[in-house]
């Protein structure tokens, strides 16, 4: 993926994701939305199976399984940027997961902000309402 698509300002929606997601993916996996536990902010989506479940209430971590990698995915393991656990929420039809998390480190966002840190949640971007092809960067997550 292309830093212009990761941090700039062009917008390239992929809206086939979920299908190349899912194809080249060797688990059952559902959506996992980690979303701050005390400001409400919405971190980063990602996908989870058994075994990251499994893994995140016994680490007590956002635990994630990368469809791209094929592999478990503790948020934070290399960069130290943690999402401790607080608390796993399931939707009414036990299809989607919400992980209630205390971010550890300085982000959850694998990309960096102009100040050179990790960016706090991956929704760092807006997009126009009125034309819906503009976007521009939330204030203070430039």
């Excluded at 194809?23 to 058994?50: F, H």
């Excluded at 990251?52 to 007590?60: Q, R, S, W």
């Excluded at 990698?69 to 036990?94: A, H, M, P, Y």
Aim: charged content about 30%; glycine content about 8%; hydrophobic content about 40%.
């Amino acid at each position: 993926m292309s830093k212009e698509i990761e941090e700039g300002l062009k917008l390239d929606f992929d809206f086939t994701k979920l299908r190349k997601a899912m194809a080249q993916c060797e688990s059952d996996v559902v959506p996992v939305v980690a979303q701050d536990a005390d400001t409400k902010e919405v971190l980063i989506v990602a996908y989870a199976n058994r075994l990251a479940l499994e893994t995140a209430l016994k680490e007590g971590m956002a635990t994630f399984w990368s469809t791209s990698r094929n592999e478990l995915w503790i948020k934070g393991k290399t960069s130290g940027d943690f999402l401790k656990l607080v608390e796993v929420r399931i939707n009414c039809e036990q299809n989607s997961l919400l992980y209630l998390v205390r971010p550890a480190g300085k982000g959850a966002c694998h990309t960096k902000g102009k100040d050179g840190l990790p960016r706090r949640s991956c929704y760092y971007r807006t997009l126009n309402l009125e034309d819906g092809a503009t976007l521009a960067f939330v204030p203070g997550m430039e």
